[in-house]
Nanobody
Framework: QVQLVESGGGLVQAGDSLRLSCAVSGLNVNNYRMGWFRQSPGKEREFVAG????????YYADSIKGRFTVSRDNAKKLVYLQMNNLKLEDTAAYYCGANGGYGYLKSAAAYDYWGQGTQVTVSS
C-alpha cells in the first residue's frame, strides 16, 4: 500500500520558517519524481516545487522562488520543503505528490499518488 505522509505544518508568523517533510512508503521512491503543491479554500491545487529522481534538478513556482527549497533523501524515503520568509499568502494546505511517469511536473494531473496534506497558516 502506497502512503505519502506529510508533516511539519503549523501556525507561524510572517517572516518565520518551516520545514515540511513527506515520508514515502509502499513504492520505490527512486523511480518517482516528487512535487509539493498547495491549496487554499475555493482555489485549485497549485504547484509549489518539484524535484527529479536523484534530487539533482529542482523546479519552483515563481511565487516562492528564492524562499523555498525542495530536497529529497532517497535512502530515508523522505522529501522536504524548506520554507523561509513565509508570507501571509503562503497560507494553505500543502500536499506531497509522487509522479511515476514523464508528465509535466507542474501539473497536478501528472501525479499518481498524494498525501493527505499538512496545514500551514501564516499570521501577521
Amino acid at each position: 500500500q502506497v502512503q505519502l505522509v506529510e508533516s511539519g505544518g503549523g501556525l507561524v508568523q510572517a517572516g518565520d520558517s518551516l520545514r515540511l517533510s513527506c515520508a514515502v512508503s509502499g513504492l520505490n521512491v527512486n523511480n518517482y519524481r516528487m512535487g509539493w503543491f498547495r491549496q487554499s479554500p475555493g482555489k485549485e491545487r497549485e504547484f509549489v516545487a518539484g524535484i527529479d529522481w536523484s534530487g539533482r534538478y529542482q523546479y519552483y513556482a515563481d511565487s516562492i522562488k528564492g524562499r523555498f527549497t525542495v530536497s529529497r533523501d532517497n535512502a530515508k524515503k523522505l522529501v522536504y520543503l524548506q520554507m523561509n520568509n513565509l508570507k501571509l499568502e503562503d497560507t494553505a494546505a500543502y500536499y506531497c505528490g509522487a509522479n511515476g511517469g514523464y508528465g509535466y511536473l507542474k501539473s497536478a494531473a501528472a501525479y499518481d499518488y498524494w498525501g493527505q496534506g499538512t496545514q500551514v497558516t501564516v499570521s501577521s
